[in-house]
């Protein structure tokens, strides 16, 4: 299998040259050739396999050339080591909580997936690399936490000064060894100039074998696909095939995986893309224009995000093609104030403490079922933890909400953490030699 870029103008590569490269020479993103099926008899037999069981049978078929598949079995009981349970809210809708891993948001399943091959393939290779990510909270703890120990792999963070929450910050800077952490005096904006800088710096490249984990690398979709198929084998004895996902969405990664696994055999499944007001998408699909805009703040912080990059490659899965688009993503947004009513509510129904991104998810379901006149069964992805956002949750529920031991023991771990602005950064990075 090799992997294309969406714009077309650059060599197709291998699966491991596309996740070191992260983004395609002309400036694309990448993805598989061909999407590989899967027989109606495989999907119906993951009803009795675990998660790690089904993830090999998604994953093998897009690296098969590069790794053998007791290796990726391996890596894939080591990396993928948490469970996603799916919570039965009521009859016919159900709640994937992908939470577990161990930055508690759905972001371990990408970071944890690619630590594994990036440093299967690092140690094979007999080189070091070096990892440089920026990050405005999740991602960089879920990269750090992923890549934490590993032999052979560096990892640079940046994250701005008095823009990430504490927990997440004491995610990232207490883990020491080949983790180093970056406090930038700037925004996530200015994180993200000196990364792109550092990516276009050939000398640094070489320097370092510089490579980026972030949310373009095709590496991270593929392990988002395992969790539709997981969800879907739970259910569709009972069920069958017609069954609805709704996805809270900010980069359009998660639903991309989603509208993936969908080719490649879930044929009946319904999508909904669940944006809070940053909904560039849903504009799109009701007007037919794609118009970016800068990012708004809500209280589903991970979704504020004002040019979803994965929009490309939906374009490309679907050639382009308006009406395909619109037939395949039903999206839709709500507000902060429609979000803290619905936490409220499914807090108070149900006795279940959802984060406000499975808020905002539910929202887009409740949408969706009004609009179609459907109770079909339907799975919403809880991506977060609600004691991520506890000072969030506990304004909106008026009580407190306990965080789990791994990170409450965070608050008196000792950081690391070198403080610099953009100009000394950059000649940090400079100095630096694997
Ligand atoms: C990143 C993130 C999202 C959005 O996922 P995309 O793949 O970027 O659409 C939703 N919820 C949480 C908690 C996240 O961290």
């Not at 948001?105 to 630590?115: M, P, S, V, Y």
């Not at 920026?134 to 701005?160: C, E, H, Q, R």
């Not at 990664?253 to 893309?273: F, H, Q, V, Y």
């Not at 939906?314 to 050639?319: Q, R, Y």
Request: with cysteine; hydrophobic share 40%.
């Amino acid at each position: 299998m090799k992997y294309l870029s969406t714009r077309q103008n650059s060599p197709h590569v291998s699966f491991s040259e596309a996740i070191f490269k992260g983004l395609a020479p002309d400036g694309g993103l990448y993805l598989p050739e061909t999407i590989p099926q899967l027989s109606a008899e495989t999907i119906a037999n993951m009803a009795t396999q675990s998660l790690s069981e089904i993830a090999l049978q998604i994953a093998y078929p897009f690296l098969k050339e590069e790794i053998d598949e007791k290796t990726l079995k391996n890596i894939l009981e080591e990396q993928i080591n948490f469970d996603a349970p799916l919570y039965k809210l009521n009859d016919n809708t159900f709640i994937l909580e992908l939470f577990h891993g161990p930055t508690l948001a759905f972001k371990d399943f990408g970071a944890r997936f690619l630590a594994g091959i990036m440093s299967h393939s690092a140690q094979t290779k007999k080189h070091r690399i070096t990892i440089l990510t920026a990050t405005s909270g999740d991602t960089g703890s879920a990269v750090a936490k992923s890549f934490y120990d590993l032999p052979n792999i560096d990892v640079i963070i940046l994250y701005p000064q008095n823009k990430v929450s504490e927990l997440q910050r004491k995610q990232m800077t207490t883990l020491g060894k080949n983790i180093t952490c970056i406090e930038l005096e700037g925004n996530f904006d200015d994180c993200q100039k000196i990364v792109k800088e550092s990516f276009t710096n050939q000398k640094l490249c070489q320097q370092l074998n510089l490579t980026s984990a972030n949310s373009i690398n095709i590496g991270r979709l593929i392990p988002q696909m395992f969790y539709y198929y997981y969800s879907f084998s739970r259910l569709q004895k009972s069920y069958g095939n017609e069954i609805i996902f709704s996805v809270p969405s900010g980069n359009f990664g998660n639903l991309t995986a989603g509208l993936m696994a969908k080719k490649m055999g879930l044929t009946e499944i319904k999508l909904i893309a669940s944006t809070n007001v940053n909904d560039v998408i849903p504009q799109y699909l009701a007007t037919g224009k794609y118009q970016t805009k800068p990012s708004v703040e809500t209280i589903s912080s991970a979704m504020d995000i004002g040019n979803p990059s994965n929009f490309e490659r939906i374009k490309f899965l679907f050639e382009n093609n308006f009406s395909e688009i619109q037939k395949n993503i039903f999206a839709v947004s709500s507000t902060d104030e429609e979000t803290k009513t619905e936490i409220q509510k499914i807090n108070s129904l149900y006795n279940y403490l959802l984060d406000p991104h499975g808020a905002v998810a539910f929202l887009g379901l409740e949408k969706y079922k009004t609009a179609h006149q459907t109770n079909l069964p339907a799975v919403i992805f809880a991506t977060a933890h609600p004691a991520k956002f506890s000072n969030v949750m506990e304004k909106i529920l008026q009580k407190n909400i306990f965080l789990p031991k791994n990170l409450a023991s965070l608050k008196n771990r000792k950081e690391k953490k070198i403080i610099l602005n953009s100009e000394n950064c950059a000649s940090y990075l400079a100095k630096l030699n694997v």
